[in-house]
């Protein structure tokens, strides 16, 4: 017994880690080779590209930029949220519901690595969008091949950031809802509204002025126009709300949701983990049973 | 401390454990102890605080009141060294349905690894496993896809998978079928006889508790009210033994205190005409009912524990 005490805590925590990148990677792989994943990957992005096509003759506002140049770093911006936040939420809730919280937390630094495995899985689905968006682009949008060095560490930046600044939002919503179907409806409807008023498949400026600083005051808002501020020329910042990119407040709206997220979520995500045990998964069963029923 | 009694001391110790959430009370007053590779059977009716108790000592739960040592540790204070040295096997799982079944008890045992000891290497030969409860052929077919039989025994595996010192099995054999519960309880008794596993297990199979537990505890109302093994139980309950027999073509049923001298008068009086003799003994089902019926008559009656000494 005094073996087993005696073990490093460092070295137990490293390993979890490493658990947890692996246990991503093995979900990452089970998700490319499931059906339904799958179907989903390929239509939603099959959608996205549609649009980007659809686009591809319409003007910027005010510029001579085809409207879909300005679409696709929205969309790699609206990617993130989706990943980040929506993604989290709703991983976080089903698997609340089926028992693979209470499992981690049965396991020895189980929990530790599940969060892991959740970041890690969060940041692959989502690069998978951005790879699929870049490469898109890359045979849509010849202007693409034109982005400086700078612009493609920016889109890096904002992307690292972004993730950050959603993820943990993702987890205190997917810690909080009482079910899966209530942590799809928390999110995925919020998420449609913010893209629809956020300037993402169409300039901000178009909309009402009384809704700009509604979609500046969340970071959808702020991916979108990072993301175009790195792979757009700057000529492209006309169609900006006041003809400029605002590169200090992009990076300072999506820091303060990353510091407050990575504050909150801890706490949500402990006092969740506390309460989960056998009889708690049991009820929820017992109530989504009767939702079917 | 001799290593004599380190061997010696108990591995789950609960004293006067109290629960309630705010004026109801689940939990009054709960007492016993589990000696290491000893199997306890936690009966009683639905709502009597199993499911409580064991989470409590599973650290998933905090306490009212009362003493819990579990392994030499308050769960509610153990770390991650403790945890490793637990196995839980809950009611049902459903998680995990996109895994294979042999990734996911390789990938679960892993967790084990650091916490390994020469007497105790962790995890357990993640094939040898399979095989021990038959799913070496399941082993490549996804989690989700499995029987509800197939998947508990997987749940049992993961449960054991980290070779636990204290093994917690919810309801073990819900769903399985005859075969599968005789593999599964040699695979509890090869725990116990040849790993020194210490097994806390609840079910509803009065059968399942006598044929595997050494000590039965019989919780109702939140209280202990028996603790003994099967035999004891029954003879707690002074229980009348059932003696049928047929005279003339009749059947006749009597409850007898004294069954041995009960026959041995129906004989001396009736002789040859006596037939169809059977002499049934109170099953641990008889104990149990007596007991949580006890209970519910009269549930100021001081429980009367009966410390065994094996």
């Known amino acids: ?293 | 401390m001799n290593l004599d009694q380190v061997a010696s001391r108990p591995v789950i110790r609960v004293d006067d454990l109290r629960m309630s959430y705010g004026d109801h009370v689940v939990l009054d007053g709960v007492t016993f102890e589990a000696r290491p590779g000893e199997v306890l059977a936690l009966l009683g009716p639905n709502g009597a605080g199993k499911s409580t108790t064991i989470e409590i000592l599973e650290g998933f739960r905090h306490r009212s009141d009362g003493d819990v040592e579990v392994l030499g540790l308050d769960p509610a204070e153990a770390d991650e060294t403790w945890r490793a040295r637990l196995g839980i096997v809950q009611q049902s799982w459903r998680d995990h349905g996109r895994w294979g079944v042999r990734q996911l008890l390789a990938h679960l045992g892993a967790y084990y690894a650091p916490f390994s000891t020469p007497s105790r290497p962790r995890p357990m030969d993640v094939d040898e496993l399979l095989a021990t409860v038959g799913l070496s052929e399941h082993a490549h077919q996804k989690a989700g896809s499995l029987s509800g039989g197939q998947r508990r025994r997987l749940d049992v595996a993961i449960g054991i998978v980290g070779r636990p010192d204290l093994l917690f099995l919810d309801e073990p054999t819900t769903g399985f079928d005859p075969q599968a519960r005789r593999d599964f309880h040699d695979v509890v008794h090869r725990l116990a006889d040849l790993e020194g596993t210490t097994i806390l297990l609840t079910t509803h199979d009065l059968d399942e508790a006598e044929k595997l537990a050494d000590r039965i505890l019989i919780l109702a109302g939140g209280r202990i009210v028996a603790n003994g093994s099967a035999a004891e139980l029954s003879r707690e309950v002074e229980g009348r033994t059932e003696v049928r027999w047929s005279r003339n073509g009749e059947h006749f049923v009597h409850a007898a205190d004294d069954a041995t001298r009960f026959v041995r008068e129906l004989f001396e009086q009736h002789g040859d005409a006596i037939g169809d003799l059977e002499v049934r003994r109170s099953t641990l089902e008889d104990s149990y009912m007596t007991l949580v019926h006890r209970y519910e008559t009269d549930p100021t009656a001081e429980p009367r524990p009966m410390e065994v000494v094996r």
């Not at chain 1, 925590?13 to 490319?32: D, F, K, N, P, Y």
């Not at chain 1, 898109?136 to 920016?154: H, K």
């Not at chain 1, 303060?256 to 995500?269: D, E, F, M, S, T």
Request: charged share 10%; no cysteine.
């Open chain 1, 1 to 293: 017994m005094s073996g087993v005490t005696s073990l490093r805590p460092s070295s137990t925590v490293l390993h979890a880690v490493r658990l947890g990148m692996r246990r991503g990677g093995i979900e990452m792989l089970h998700s490319l080779t499931n059906r339904a994943d799958q179907i989903w990957i390929v239509v939603m992005n099959g959608i996205f590209v549609g649009v980007l096509l659809l686009q591809r003759n319409s003007d910027l506002g005010g510029t001579s930029f085809s409207l879909a140049v300005a679409t696709l770093p929205g969309l790699i911006g609206m990617n993130v949220v989706m990943g980040g936040w929506m993604g989290t939420a709703q991983m976080l809730a089903v698997e609340r519901e089926d028992g693979t919280l209470l499992r981690a937390k049965s396991t020895p630094n189980g929990m530790l690595a599940y969060l892991v495995a959740r970041v890690t899985l969060a940041v692959l689905n989502t690069a998978l969008g951005l790879v699929i968006f870049l490469v898109a682009g890359l045979f849509l949008l010849p202007g693409l091949t034109d982005v400086p060095v700078t612009g493609w560490l920016m889109l890096l930046s904002v992307f690292l950031l972004g993730m950050l600044a959603t993820m943990p939002w993702g987890a205190v919503v997917g810690a909080s809802v009482k079910s899966a179907g209530a942590g799809f409806g928390l999110t995925f409807l919020p998420m449609v509204v913010l893209i629809a008023i956020s300037g993402i498949f169409y300039p901000i400026t178009g909309m009402p002025d009384w809704l700009h600083p509604v979609a500046q005051a969340f970071p959808v808002y702020w991916l979108g126009a990072g993301m175009r501020e790195a792979l757009l020329p700057d000529a492209a910042a006309a169609a900006e709300l006041g003809g400029e990119f605002h590169t200090l407040t992009t990076f300072g709206v999506l820091g303060a949701y990353a510091v407050l997220g990575l504050l909150v979520a801890p706490r949500v995500l402990r006092a969740m983990a506390r309460k989960e045990s056998g009889s708690a998964v049991e009820s929820r069963k017992a109530k989504a049973m009767q939702g079917w029923g």
